[in-house]
């Protein structure tokens, strides 16, 4: 058995699901809504005491962390690998996976988290306390404090605008050789780790993203969607 | 041929140094001295750009980021095994190693950095002033602009100092079954890549890591330090 919980084709949760597609797998899709907190539910925090998502259940075994996840699945059903088999593209593939997880995850995160402002100032203040005093991590607790308050400040949103722009000249860097995917010739794990955080970066920073300044990267985001289990994400939105 | 530019037996120099020593693998010592700035020799930047260390040459390959460099070696160099054959211990394995990666690390950093006050004030005003401007990341450059100046405030080192305390609480509860090493009974990858940052703690913050506060950490850093390879660290000291 296999079961995926996951907060819809979005971020970190579609790092999974796109391997998980990719691979052929059938698992069990359970959605998690985010902003009813289930997270944070008791139940689900059995698998991931810190309320963080996704987690993947295989049979009895709990994985947690998107990247680790990810080689899990290729460890596991190793029969569609999505890791080249050269130990040094390996490598390469699992240096642009950890600078996802390092760099671009979290400046992407400051700005994700502060277009929920509008949504989370509005929720009851007494409830809102409530679930500051009680977010699984001290991190967690301090970004909500923010973000249901005013929203970042201008000057952590540049700071973080800076950081993206810096992932954005390293991916336009990577593929200028026009190579079609991330590690030269071969689809992996990177592509689908990169893809999860690019994928709205168009939208959100048109200036730093765009067919004249990017063509490389917004080439490769085209060839992305092109992908059959890019088209197939939309019906992973929806609880079964 | 194998060649590791490391620092010596310190923090993330320690991690792929240890791996190479355990699985008796013979390699050149190429030490960089970091308070003559060789990490950012135009030479040395061939290997790596951003000037971080280390990095392993194999033949006329190049692997950066010490978690890498751990697992590239187990690929190539799988007699010695130093990753759990399970694959759910291999993801807890990796789940760990990259909490060092991302909480551990960066939070050990401030510390480390600002005991390098002392010395990075004293360096000549216009030598650190063009040291700034040619800082091959800016990351890099508001870290070394802190520490040869006052150094971190003392908000940040109380931050860093949470953040610690929260780790040593990790290992002492993952300990605490009385299980050898961090993936129960066999020896891997986390323990090594927890070491590279453990070994210092308990003189760095004797208060949070000390034989009454955390028994089963203290027994292990003692179970690491007696391994021949932990042993044998000392000889990567110094040049050859």
New interface residues.
């Given amino acids: 058995m296999l079961a995926l919980y996951h907060f819809g084709p979005v971020a970190n949760s579609i790092t999974p699901l796109l391997c998980l597609i990719e691979k052929g797998l059938d698992f069990e899709n359970r959605i998690l809504d985010s902003r009813k907190w289930e997270h944070h539910d008791p139940e689900f925090r059995r698998y991931s005491p810190e309320g963080t998502v996704p987690v993947l259940l ?1 049979d009895d ?1 709990v ?3 998107s ?3 990810n ?2 699945l290729d ?2 059903f190793a029969e569609v690998s999505l890791r080249p088999a050269d ?2 593209q ?2 390469e593939m ?2 642009l996976t ?1 600078y996802v ?2 760099y671009f995850c979290p400046a992407l995160t400051v700005l994700g988290a502060h277009r929920a402002t509008p949504f989370a100032s509005k929720i009851d203040k007494v409830e809102m306390a409530e679930r500051l005093a009680n977010m699984p991590t ?1 991190e967690g607790r301090r970004k909500w404090e923010i973000v249901s308050n005013t929203g970042y400040s201008e000057e952590a949103l540049a700071e973080a605008t ?1 950081k993206l722009a810096n992932v954005v000249a390293k991916l336009e860097q990577k593929m200028a050789d026009g190579r079609p995917w991330l590690i030269g010739g071969a689809y992996s794990l990177a592509d689908i780790k990169w893809y999860s955080m690019m994928l709205g970066l168009p939208c959100l920073l048109p200036e730093l993203c765009n067919v004249e300044a990017t063509p490389f990267s917004v080439a490769w985001l085209e060839r992305m969607a092109g992908r059959p289990a890019v088209e197939a994400l939309d019906q992973y939105a929806r609880r079964d």
């Fill in positions: 295989h075994r994985v947690r962390e990247s680790v996840i080689e899990y460890d596991v130990p040094w390996r490598a699992r240096v950890k997880d390092e001290e800076r």
